[in-house]
Nanobody, 126 residues
Framework: QVQLVESGGGLVQAGGSLRLSCAAS????????MAWFRQPPGKEREFVAA?????????????YYEDSVKGRFTISRDNAKNTAFLQMNSLKPEDTAIYYC??????????????WGQGTQVTVSS
């Protein structure tokens, strides 16, 4: 069982930056791919970014981004601290959403992830 807790959300002006953190419990953090999803107001939850598990040397460090965040967002992980991050730069009002971290199999689909955090609100004002 993995428990995930997000933090770092808040209110920021357009063009600003935020760094989200996702702290994971358990000794097997490196064996899970980590991802961030978001749910804008009134919309379905959507994929943002993923980073592959770290215990497979030939795949460690692989990342994948949704097109609208490429070049602006960066996903990373610190296995020593059991934490995943999402650095968000050049934020836009359309990035406003509840952001969720997830642990599971490297993919852009929700069903590939077995564990989810409770979410953290990001609001970008124009």
């Amino acid at each position: 069982q993995v428990q995930l807790v997000e933090s770092g959300g808040g209110l920021v002006q357009a063009g600003g930056s935020l760094r989200l953190s996702c702290a994971a419990s358990g000794p097997t953090f490196s064996s899970y791919a980590m991802a961030w999803f978001r749910q804008p107001p009134g919309k379905e939850r959507e994929f943002v970014a993923a980073i592959e598990r770290s215990d497979l040397s030939w795949r460690s460090g692989l990342t994948y981004y949704e097109d609208s965040v490429k070049g602006r967002f960066t996903i990373s992980r610190d296995n020593a601290k059991n934490t995943a991050f999402l650095q968000m730069n050049s934020l836009k009002p359309e990035d406003t959403a509840i952001y969720y971290c997830a642990a599971g199999r490297y993919s852009s689909t929700r069903s590939s992830y077995d564990y989810w955090g409770q979410g953290t609100q990001v609001t970008v004002s124009s």
